[in-house]
């Protein structure tokens, strides 16, 4: 399988479909083995996408100093959370790596220096939807972390390097929530769709911007006032979506869905480009 998928990346006969890209609301870790509206979203959307040969996943999870991917060959599945049931610590997701995916992200990111990671694996932002898309674990996936030191216009530009992966047949996976503001969760309404009127506000806003294309309004997100500052209080839940939004080409289509408030200060809001 290791040859197949090294086979499947460096092929020229298999980068003529150029693959869709996506960002995912992925909301409460019990998503993962959970029924819900969400998950339904996450099944019925990998329906209308080609099989990938791999996976590259931004997770919110996953904040270094510097850029790293992971690039060892069997990545472990990571419980990064705690106070949850037993049974969602029990969920492996045995999904391969890709070591020479890995490699060619490195060699095509020249804003920085990427380094190979082998400790990491797959955190709850990768492995809680990437079970709903692919249930059977037969896609590698690497994940590539979040640089907590860099601006928003650095993350998007950087972005932008990796996006000669969609014609690879490399599905681009940012996994985070829009509008996330722990503090403020309504836990007595933690399942009921419902939002608080900021985070409505803010979420709107965001979906204008993504549908007309103004990814520097996206880019500059604390220059929105207080709602947009309500509902990103800290950035590193936000930033996958301007990954994905980076690589977004002028001709692509774009679709919400999943596009629901949760608990009042979440949005479970999903993109799929192309």
Known sequence: MKLKALNKLTDPLGTTVKMPVLFLGHGSPMNAIEENEFVSGFRNIAKEIPKPNAILCVSAHWETKGTFVTAMENPKTIHDFGGFPQELFAVQYPALGSPELAKETKSLITKTDVGLDDKWGLDH???????????????????????????????????????????????????????????????????????????????????????????????????????????????????????????????????????????????MTSVKIG
């Open 125 to 267: 932002g990768a492995w809680s939807v990437i079970k709903h898309l692919y249930p059977e674990a037969d896609i590698p996936v690497i994940q590539m972390s979040l640089d907590y030191s860099q601006t928003p216009h650095y993350h998007y530009e950087l972005a932008q390097q990796i996006k000669s992966l969609r014609e690879k047949g490399v599905l681009v996976i940012g996994s985070g929530n829009m509008v996330h503001n722990l503090r403020m969760v309504a836990w007595q309404k933690l399942n009921e769709n419902f939002g608080f009127d900021w985070a409505i506000e803010a979420s709107e806003k965001m979906k204008k911007y993504i549908l007309s294309g103004d990814h520097q309004e996206l880019i500059n997100f604390r220059s929105h006032g207080k709602v947009f500052d309500l509902a990103i209080p800290t950035p590193e839940h936000y930033l996958p979506l301007l990954y994905s939004m980076a690589l977004k080409d002028e001709n692509d289509q774009m679709c919400l869905f999943n596009d629901k408030a949760l608990a009042g200060s979440l949005t």
